[in-house]
């Protein structure tokens, strides 16, 4: 039987929802991380980075912005040992200036992907996949990039039919 990993970031705090900030004490890609996991009998691991940003949402797309544009690989909070053992790796995270946060790519190139199918799945504000898929393939040598889907933070926590049928769909 094959072996499901649902990698994700997600970040706590202040974030914009509509057209007000709130403040929040799960963040949507977490919501969504935990529905797949669920739907296809995944392992789950959460990227951390060891410094937390900033809790202000203005002041954390500021950080964001100047790791984005210096290619920033933050350090990680916990490592995952190893992803030998995994054939499915669904990695999430939010759309942060049209990709993911760099802590994804941080874990992501720890790691040889040969023989791993990857699912993409981002959680934004109206970006989209942005221009995560490729970043994303840059960054997993070997792999083989699968389906992928996006989702829009307001309803990532409504989101659990939508994204557990996308999931199992995509190992069936
Ligand atoms: C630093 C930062 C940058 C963001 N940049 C974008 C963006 O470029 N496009 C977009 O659609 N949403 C953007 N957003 C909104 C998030 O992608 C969206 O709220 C996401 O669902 C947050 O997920 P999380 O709660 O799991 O962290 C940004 C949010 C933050 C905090």
Redesign the pocket.
Known sequence: MSKNLVAY????GE???GGSIRS?AK????YVAEYIAEAVGADIFEIETAEK?PDD?MR??E???SELKNKARPGLKRELGSIAGYDNIFVC??????TY?MAVFTFAERFDWSGKKIFAV???????M?SSERDLRDSCRGAEMADSIAIS?SQ?QSSEKTVSDWAKKCLG
Do not use: D, I, L, Q
């Open positions: 970031y997600s970040r706590k974030n914009y929802f929040v963040g949507n890609t977490e940003y949402y954390c797309t950080v964001a912005k995270g939010p759309c942060w200036w049209g946060p981002m959680t934004h504000e109206g970006s989209g942005g933070g990532a």
